[in-house]
């Protein structure tokens, strides 16, 4: 979870925690199934703020306004 001020700032913390997570799962042998991989993003203002975050694969992520995840709907 990423937490700042403003969107712009929370895509870029993001690509930094991406870039991480890729990085820790080659050193430990893991592949991440991108198909799985989901994005929201959730403001005070409760606007939609639609956001993309680029895999170290050059998948591009892009922010949904619903996600279905352990069987509970976020929005």
Known sequence: MIK????????????????????????NA????????ELIHFNKDKEI?????TLLNNIVIKSSEVIWWLEVWFN
């Open 30 to 37: 893991i592949i991440f199934n991108d198909s799985k991989t």
């Open 49 to 53: 703020v639609i956001l993309t975050i």
């Open 4 to 27: 700042s001020k403003s969107t712009e700032e929370n895509s870029i913390m993001l690509k930094k925690v991406v870039k991480s997570l890729f990085l820790w799962a080659k050193d």
